[in-house]
Nanobody, 122 residues
Framework: VQLQASGGGLVQAGGSLRLSCAAS????????VGWFRQAPGKEREFVAT????????YYADSVKGRFTVSRDNAKNTVYLQMNSLNSADTAIYYC????????????????WGQGTQVTVSS
């Protein structure tokens, strides 16, 4: 099982980025996928999750209305569109495969990608 997050980078406040999470080694369409992030000196926190079919999504309050999670099961890829970025969004972003269903709890996720750095300059 592998998950590869990409698409991070340096962006100015108010800008946008789209992260991708490419999965392999399992039947992608059977599992929910979550995005989490960890800022320097802080604990990892939940960002968003999407169900296996893509018909259910759930967001942290801090990103609701700005971030959108989606998936393309034909491409084994989940996306995180991030708009109106601010300095508080600076973190390493991780995607993870759930054990089953969807959750905001990181202990409900079994496999993790390596992370991609997002830096928002003010």
């Amino acid at each position: 099982v592998q998950l590869q997050a990409s698409g991070g980078g340096l962006v100015q406040a108010g800008g946008s980025l789209r992260l991708s999470c490419a999965a392999s080694g399992f039947t992608f369409s059977y599992y929910g996928v979550g995005w989490f992030r960890q800022a320097p000196g802080k604990e990892r926190e939940f960002v968003a999750t999407i169900s296996w079919r893509g018909d259910y999504t759930y967001y942290a309050d801090s990103v609701k209305g700005r971030f959108t999670v989606s998936r393309d099961n034909a491409k084994n890829t989940v996306y995180l569109q991030m708009n109106s970025l601010n300095s508080a969004d600076t973190a390493i972003y991780y995607c993870a495969r759930s054990r089953h269903g969807t959750s905001y709890r990181d202990d409900e996720y079994e496999y993790w990608g390596q992370g991609t750095q997002v830096t928002v300059s003010s």
